[in-house]
């Protein structure tokens, strides 16, 4: 151990320092896998399929984070002196400043200061998080000392969706007596009448009583969304920084760069070891090309289909080099091929193709298009407007459990009821099923969502596996031009479709048609 940290119980209380190399094998998470699971049932191997999710291969920006928020925390205790006389006298000088009022006013610092803030930014889907987890495991979150102190070392806090002072305060009261198993704080310091200053200078007092290692905030994107409090909440973690030398970690997307960037004490906060831009991989990145060699090796389908160069492209083009979308791709492709095979009965082959791959990113990535079309325009502008990618990932698991495949498309008929619903030209088969809910997910309404696909549509045809992309990128536009037209409200009625233009996304012998045993009525 270096001489820097010797004699302080605070670090005694943290693991030994990692290499590079170490915390890479640390990091990496590797499913199990066994050639002989190709012999299972096809609904075993979908569930073996599903380990695929839980793939994260480690490499050197994963590392280079976790050795920074390591020395980030270890940095921040060296000021801090850990006898029972220094932390009561630290107890002491926050409980003088609270009652004259000035905690959160510029001032002397009560530690040393070594602490240091960072800020780990990245395009939605790159791992960010899973590496934050993964590196926060490896320490204890919460160390009981000899003289009866409790030392939180680390506390992770999501912001919240609108950037709140009052209910980040409030959740880390619940944190943490949620850890101690109490409700001390949240009765002490967050009672329903208590003014924003009151809950800051709580959190303050909370901080510096258990000696808090790090403080966490994830999702920063969502800080200063309501309305001027991000000045006022970037001033208060600023005052955990100088004051009682706690670090703080910020980790977001890319949307919250131009926050860190054009404020200048935001954008001091954002740099320290711990700070790094995670970029998607470019196809010629050696650590892309190793995680995607890897994760091709995780096949459950009947026979093995072996990488070729055209494929492995096709993975990079399609998913543009995010981690979690490449991931979702490669599972969601295996699926295909052992549905398509066993609706054929096993007259198709479980051969996975380049086609292959692009058919099935046209079926389901369509809800992760406008993501993927910013990143591979390179605009640094587009890609920031993309906050999160959680609501894509829940259109893109709504999208597989709509009927799959060409084959078993054939097979089987459309529910009355789903098919009353369908009722435009845009209503018919899987990607009208993707559209659609990209439209709900924007907020639109059913009506709404059916006005926007209807005259989208007739612009460039009904959305088909060939055709999304452009369909996409017609339906942003009749979308700006339904809020031009002053048409913003994403619940107003539209007016139905008529019955020819139902009838006219029908296929022959559809039972809805006139005549049949359907609903030909569905307009």
Sequence with gaps: MSSDYENNAYIAAL?????????????????????????????????CALRVLRFFRAGARQ?????????????????????????????????????????????????????????LLGVPGMGKTAT???????????????????????????CPAMGSIRQTCRDFFKGVDALLGQETYQKLYAGKHVSDDDLMDGMVAVANIHSLGCLVIDEIQHLGKAGDEQHVLMTFLTTLVNKIGVPVLFVGTMSAYDRFSKTGRMGRRSIGPAAGIWNHYPESDAQWQRFVTELWEYQWTAQYTPPTPAMLKALHDRSQGIVDIVTKLWFAVQVAAMDDSEASGGEIEEIITEEMINEVADRHLAPMEGLLAAVRSGDPALIRRFDDVAPRNEAFWNSLKDVDGPVLNGSISTDADQAARRTGPAYVGQCASVVRENLEWQGFDEARAAEVMRRTSEAVGAPDASNLPVYFARMADIISELKTEGAVSKTARSRPPTKAEVEATFIDGDLRREGGDGIAAAA
């Design 15 to 47: 693991p030994a320092p990692l290499s590079r190399p170490e915390w890479v094998r640390f990091l990496t998470r590797l499913p199990e896998r066994d050639e002989a699971e190709r012999k299972l049932s096809h609904g075993e191997r979908y569930l």
């Design 63 to 119: 590392a280079d984070f976790a050795r920074g928020f390591d020395a980030v925390l270890r940095e921040g205790y060296r000021g801090r002196d850990d006898s029972t006389r220094a932390h009561e006298a630290r107890m002491h000088a926050v409980a003088s400043a609270r009652e004259a009022g000035g905690l959160l006013e510029p001032g002397a610092p009560v530690v040393i200061r070594h602490a240091s803030s960072s800020a």
């Design 132 to 158: 934050l987890d993964g590196v926060l495991a490896r320490y204890p979150q919460m160390k009981r000392h000899a003289d009866g102190q409790v030392q939180i070392v680390w506390f992770k806090l999501e």
